[in-house]
């Protein structure tokens, strides 16, 4: 079924934002910690350094810094059949005061020749939320109306109602920075802050014939990716 510019925005949890009244959010866009232990002949019990008792398992023997939820990737899809390939790496694992957890998603021209893309923002799942729309990706480099620590939007986020096409080079690859929020929640709500579990997201796209080139360079596709809080 061909993705008209209208089906194709509201096939995403972008359009359903852009539809709710709030705030506007405009976006703009490794710690590590070693402990040195004193050496001593008598046994040394290591709970004794966890950062009071709140660090988490890294996965590899180590902790990390006390704060949370922390997310990991539980899951990545394949890569459709489309001259183009995401990638997703988390940069900011664990929700602390400064900052929430935090991705980059990188998009690349995997083929031979000049390749548009759009929706531009969606494709880089800027304003998207997860299936279960209890989470959702914003610009890295913009403020939004939620309490530090806590990442749960107070309100709403605004979009504007446009099809953005990106244009990449062969071989070019550009990334954005997002960070995780809570989507705001109603009065009648229990209000909380990040929620723990497994959440999806995908987003639909299209590559090709989208600046007036001919109809059949024109493909559509989904890639998504899983991930967990806990």
């Given at each position: 079924?061909?993705?008209?510019?209208?089906?194709?925005?509201?096939?995403?949890?972008?359009?359903?934002?852009?539809?709710?009244?709030?705030?506007?959010?405009?976006?703009?866009?490794?710690?590590?910690?070693?402990?040195?232990?004193?050496?001593?002949?008598?046994?040394t019990d290591?709970?004794?350094?966890?950062?009071?008792?709140?660090?988490?398992?890294?996965?590899?023997?180590?902790?990390?810094?006390?704060?949370?939820?922390?997310?990991?990737?539980?899951?990545?899809?394949?890569?459709?059949?489309?001259?183009?390939?995401?990638?997703?790496?988390?940069?900011?694992?664990?929700?602390?005061?400064?900052?929430?957890?935090?991705?980059?998603?990188?998009?690349?021209?995997?083929?031979?020749?000049?390749?548009?893309?759009?929706?531009?923002?969606?494709?880089?799942?800027?304003?998207?939320?997860?299936?279960?729309?209890?989470?959702?990706?914003?610009?890295?480099?913009?403020?939004?109306?939620?309490?530090?620590?806590?990442?749960?939007?107070?309100?709403?986020?605004?979009?504007?109602?446009?099809?953005?096409?990106?244009?990449?080079?062969?071989?070019?690859?550009?990334?954005?920075?997002?960070?995780?929020?809570?989507?705001?929640?109603?009065?009648?709500?229990?209000?909380?802050?990040l929620p723990?579990?497994?959440?999806?997201?995908?987003?639909?796209?299209?590559?090709?014939?989208?600046?007036?080139?001919?109809?059949?360079?024109?493909?559509?596709?989904?890639?998504?990716?899983?991930?967990?809080?806990?």
């Amino acid at each position: 079924m061909s993705l008209t510019r209208r089906t194709f925005l509201g096939s995403t949890a972008l359009l359903s934002f852009g539809l709710l009244a709030g705030c506007v959010g405009d976006g703009g866009s490794d710690d590590g910690a070693t402990t040195d232990d004193e050496t001593t002949d008598e046994p040394t019990d290591t709970t004794d350094d966890l950062p009071d008792g709140n660090g988490t398992d890294d996965g590899t023997g180590g902790t990390r810094p006390s704060g949370g939820p922390g997310i990991s990737l539980v899951g990545v899809d394949d890569d459709p059949d489309v001259p183009v390939e995401h990638e997703i790496e988390i940069t900011e694992d664990l929700a602390t005061e400064d900052h929430p957890p935090q991705v980059r998603i990188t998009l690349t021209n995997t083929g031979d020749e000049v390749v548009e893309v759009g929706e531009g923002r969606t494709v880089f799942f800027q304003y998207v939320s997860d299936t279960t729309n209890d989470l959702i990706f914003l610009p890295a480099d913009g403020e939004y109306p939620a309490e530090a620590g806590c990442w749960r939007l107070e309100d709403h986020i605004a979009v504007t109602e446009e099809y953005r096409i990106l244009s990449l080079e062969p071989g070019e690859s550009r990334s954005e920075l997002l960070n995780l929020y809570g989507v705001a929640q109603s009065e009648d709500e229990e209000v909380s802050c990040l929620p723990v579990g497994e959440f999806r997201f995908e987003a639909d796209f299209a590559t090709g014939g989208l600046s007036g080139s001919a109809d059949d360079d024109r493909r559509e596709a989904t890639w998504g990716f899983s991930l967990t809080l806990e």
